[in-house]
């Protein structure tokens, strides 16, 4: 499945996390376009089986990379799989999650109608496809397109919880990052 640098405009190569199910799964089904290739995540090869069908009868490629992200070795080999068979990845979609409702109290979070949410005992306030919506048009929209920094509320332009411009609280995550990762930080 390597894919020269020399990729025909409109095609991508897109990694989804947790896209076996939920919104991630109808993430992969909206983003397979012919000439796209739609890469699965996800920790059940049976259920990625329907989905990887559906990609390519839609003329997208598709390929499965089985990892439980509870474990840094899963994500690790995973990452070098798809390092050692994509030349590139265009798009990455963090999707992959854990169901913790009530977890963070004075948070706001879109519940959306999945197996995780109704597993957790949470009334779902949103369709799959409003979380659809949101994650395209933050992944592959004109609009967004070479613009970092911002936030969305679904599809509205809005703020992060104030944390997040905290310059403190963002130097102490990325040190943490670097230190569960086992990765190297970068000297300045």
């Known amino acids: 499945m390597r894919q020269s640098n020399g990729m025909a405009a409109g095609t991508k190569t897109i990694l989804i996390t947790g896209s076996t199910s939920g919104v991630g799964r109808r993430v992969a089904e909206r983003l397979a376009t012919p000439g796209n290739t739609i890469l699965v995540h996800g920790r059940d090869r049976k259920r990625a089986q329907g989905l990887l069908r559906a990609i390519r009868e839609k003329g997208a490629t598709?390929?499965?990379?089985a990892a439980d992200f509870a474990s840094l070795d899963d994500v690790r080999r995973m990452a070098g799989g798809v390092r050692g068979d994509c030349s590139r990845l265009d798009v990455l979609i963090n999707?992959?999650?854990i169901g913790v409702a009530g977890a963070?109290?004075?948070r706001s979070a879109t519940y959306?109608?999945?197996p995780m949410v109704r597993g957790d005992g949470v009334s779902?306030?949103?369709s799959v496809d409003e979380g659809a919506d949101a994650i395209l048009n933050l992944a592959v929209s004109p609009g967004v397109e070479g613009r970092t920094g911002l936030f969305f509320d679904g599809l509205q332009p809005s703020r992060a919880n104030s944390q997040a411009y905290d310059a403190n609280a963002r130097a102490r995550l990325r040190a943490l990052s670097?230190?569960?990762t086992g990765l190297a930080q970068e000297t300045a």
């Open 124 to 126: 779902p306030v949103s």
């Open 104 to 106: 963070y109290p004075g």
């Open 178 to 180: 670097f230190k569960l």
């Open 62 to 65: 598709s390929a499965f990379y």
């Open 95 to 97: 999707n992959a999650g």
């Open 112 to 114: 959306m109608d999945t």
